[in-house]
């Protein structure tokens, strides 16, 4: 069981994120809070696998907060949650230890494959942060140079879904599964996407993530 903390200070976004986990059954919301304070005294009691973090709250808003929750054992996996997906915040809270970085406009069933994918990942020697795709696709996007510009506009909304899947260390199956496709419909994306970026295969593809600082090396 995966056990969550949420932290906003907007009690809608706090039900329908808590509605949406305990649908998931290997997911379970075990405290809630609604300003960085109350969020460390929920800390004292309890440790929690994952905390869920808006960056902008009271009482301490999530940059100020990360550094103490980083200090707690066992460390949680962090991952902030904002409408803000800008520079500085992205990579200052990156850098502080987040695990991940979602925007609050993405789709439910990537934040929870996210989740998932941070917490399978909890005790690795080799993790990466994780990001929703549409932060991904800002990144990526930022970093390429003219040439390459052009291969990643002509890919698809799928193929750049599957690319970023990929490069956050998924298997045909298991993003298959996550897309609700067939492992060789994923497997012809992945083809045609390889094809677009010139790359020959997933050692280049990966070289190009890390690049363009996409993928942890």
């Keep these: 069981m995966i056990n969550i903390i949420l932290a906003d200070d ?3 976004v ?3 994120l808590k509605q949406a986990l305990e649908r998931e059954r290997d997911m379970c919301v075990i405290d809630e809070a609604s300003n960085g304070q109350q969020l460390i005294d929920v800390c004292d009691r309890l440790i929690p696998d994952i905390i869920l973090l808006d960056l902008f709250m009271p009482e301490m808003d999530g940059i100020e907060v990360l550094p103490k929750l980083m ?4 460390t949680p996996e962090i991952v ?6 800008e520079e500085p915040y992205l990579s200052q809270t990156i ?9 609050k406009d993405c789709d439910l069933c990537e934040l929870i ?6 917490y399978k ?3 690795s020697n080799n993790k990466a942060p994780r990001f929703s795709r549409n932060i991904m696709e800002k990144m990526f996007y930022m970093r390429l140079d003219q040439n390459d510009r052009k291969g990643i506009d002509n890919l698809s909304k799928r193929e750049f879904q599957i690319m970023t899947q990929i490069l956050n260390g998924r298997n045909v199956s298991e993003i298959a599964e996550s897309f609700f496709i067939s492992p060789k419909t994923v497997s012809v994306h992945k083809t045609n996407l390889m ?5 020959e295969n997933d050692i280049e593809l990966y070289k190009t993530g890390i690049r363009y600082g996409i993928v942890a090396h």
């Design 121 to 123: 990942q909890r005790y």
């Design 14 to 16: 706090r039900d329908a």
């Design 195 to 199: 094809k677009k970026l010139r790359t």
């Design 71 to 74: 200090r707690l054992q066992p």
């Design 10 to 12: 907007h009690d809608l």
């Design 113 to 118: 494959d996210g989740v998932r994918l941070i």
């Design 95 to 103: 850098n502080m230890g987040a695990s991940g970085y979602f925007s």
């Design 80 to 85: 902030m949650l904002s409408m803000c997906t």
